[in-house]
């Protein structure tokens, strides 16, 4: 690892560093993704980090090559003090909204988390039925290494469940857009309508093209 890596990955310990200081050993960094997709569950992840633990190359998922998080995906489940992933579903998007549902599903990362974290650092968002200490921090995936390894945990989770949905529902693509909303995407909803994993709240309008062609 060469010393500006070196020096990206201390940086991005910082977070990490204050919370240990204050007297805060068990650290949970919390992540989610797919909240923008037509289509697909939200996924989030929380993760424990030991301290001191860099991984070469880890960042925010969504700068990442595929290839890249797969790589990184297997280091962190191998290598992780501990780890746990929440999911709420396209119906419980649509009867909670998109917001709620993340927050959900983070709630239920944390639940499946062991152990119990004393403080967690949770990308943007602030849990609402959790008695732990937290810190949100806007484009937290890219400041914290502990919400970075939440974000390719949870990218990586998603989109291995996109490919199984892929299989279940070949016409739509999935496999290659994962759910978001691209041309080839809106266009195969046109064709075909939509399907049960698609997030109606979200392909209303699209589903109104339909009805007035």
């Known amino acids: ?27 949970a960094g919390m992540d989610e993704a797919g909240r923008g997709p037509l289509a697909g569950p939200v ?3 929380a993760v424990i980090l030991r301290s001191g633990y860099v991984l070469e190359g880890l960042d925010d998922s969504k700068k990442l090559t595929a290839k890249k998080r797969e790589y990184l995906y297997g280091k962190l489940v191998c290598e992780a003090a501990a780890w746990a992933v929440g999911v709420s579903g396209p119906t419980e998007i649509d009867e909670i909204n998109i917001l709620n549902a993340t927050i959900l599903s983070m709630e239920r990362a944390l639940a499946a988390l062991t152990p119990r974290p004393e403080f967690l650092l949770v990308d943007a ?3 609402r039925n959790v008695r732990i200490l937290q ?12 919400i970075a390894a939440a974000s390719v945990i949870a990218k990586v989770t998603r989109d291995r469940l996109m490919l199984i949905y892929d299989r279940e529902y070949p016409q739509y693509g999935f496999a290659k857009h994962k759910g978001y909303g691209t041309a080839e995407h809106i266009a ?24 007035g062609a």
């Open 1 to 27: 690892m060469d010393k500006k890596e070196s020096d990206r990955l201390r940086a991005m310990l910082e977070y990490e560093r204050r919370a240990r200081a204050s007297g805060y050993n068990v650290i």
């Open 43 to 45: 996924v989030s992840a």
């Open 125 to 127: 968002l602030a849990l």
């Open 135 to 146: 810190e949100p921090i806007i484009k937290g995936d890219a400041k914290s290494l502990s």
């Open 188 to 211: 195969r909803i046109i064709e075909y309508g939509v399907c049960p994993i698609h997030r109606e709240s979200f392909c209303k309008n699209i589903v109104k093209m339909t009805q």
